[in-house]
């Protein structure tokens, strides 16, 4: 089984009828990168920017981010790194930003909400994100969106950091695509507007299904109540997909069910062109999308 998955290296991600799909992996930090390249994933769908944050006293200069960026970006060569801008909150242990208690962390004040509100957080990072993109294939992926308005306002915070770096002389990707991720039911009613606000959609499967069910995902106890293969879960990346295509832009998916091959086929059928997954999952999903 091993060797079989191993002679899938190289190969392209595409079903006997020719049906490709982008098939990248899922990042934490730069040290996964050796499982990136060793289960040959076809770029970074999903890099989780929260380690830089979580793994520092105090907030993370724009230097510390610029060189985590930067080096991902270069290792990857020219495949693309899609890096999810900060997404803590009351849930994650952060003293510095002296967040408060909350009763209920995963509805609260966390990731866009902090950043929006404190521009100056947000702005560090985006400057190190966007001077990493001269030196690689990077975009840039917003959470936990729920409205047009917060693409808005993010939106116009990235063109003040261009307009900042361009008066530093600092080189970075002009065109730099800026997407979504889709992991609120709010965001999926709202996606065909939002798509045509953004350059992709990526659907995160693990909080849209804790939204979508009203189960919360750190809670074991609630078993068959907090089944992703749910009909509304499924109904609700089907309609991502749709107004993402409607719109002109390709739509993934960065959750764990991404690589849950009992749905690889319902996700070719509903026409995903990406699928971002852990690293070891990349050869299976693979292998799974070859079969069909
Ligand atoms: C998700 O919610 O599905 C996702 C990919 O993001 P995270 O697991 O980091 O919340
Ligand atoms: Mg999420």
Redesign the pocket.
């Known amino acids: 089984r091993v060797q079989l998955l191993q002679e899938l290296k190289g190969k392209p991600t595409k079903t006997k009828e020719g049906q490709e799909v982008h098939l990248y992996a899922?990042i934490g930090r730069p040290s996964d990168l050796d499982a990136v390249e060793a289960n040959d994933a076809e770029g970074i769908g999903?890099f989780?920017s929260e380690f830089l944050y979580l793994e520092s006293e105090d907030f993370p200069t724009e230097e510390s981010q610029f060189q985590a960026y930067k080096e991902v970006a270069q290792r990857m060569g020219g495949k693309p790194v899609i890096i999810r801008t900060l997404?803590i909150g009351a849930d994650k242990q952060v003293g510095y930003f002296g967040l408060e208690h909350e009763a209920n962390p995963a509805l609260g004040y966390r990731a866009i909400r902090i950043c929006l509100t404190r521009p100056e957080v947000f702005k560090v990072q985006l400057r190190a994100i966007l001077r990493a993109s001269a030196f690689g294939n990077i975009s840039i992926m917003l959470?936990m969106i729920t409205s047009t308005k917060e693409v808005d306002q993010a939106r116009a915070i990235i063109d003040q950091v261009m307009e900042e770096l361009r008066g530093r002389g600092e080189d970075f990707k002009e065109d730099i695509q800026v997407g979504i991720?889709v992991?609120t039911p709010a965001s999926v009613v709202m996606a065909p507007e939002l798509a045509r606000k953004v350059d992709f959609f990526s659907i995160?499967?693990?909080?849209?299904t804790q939204y979508t069910l009203a189960c919360d995902r750190q809670n074991p106890n609630l078993g068959q109540f907090a089944d992703p293969h749910s009909p509304a879960v499924l109904r609700m990346i089907r309609m991502a997909v749709d107004a993402a295509h409607q719109a002109g832009i390709w739509c993934g998916i960065?959750?764990?069910l991404g690589a849950d091959r009992d749905l690889t086929a319902t996700f070719l059928d509903y026409g995903l062109d990406e699928l971002s997954v852990s690293p070891a999952s990349v050869l299976p999903v693979r292998e799974a999308i070859r079969a069909r």
């Open positions: 899922n999903l989780r997404d959470p991720m992991e995160g499967t693990n909080d849209l960065c959750g764990e």
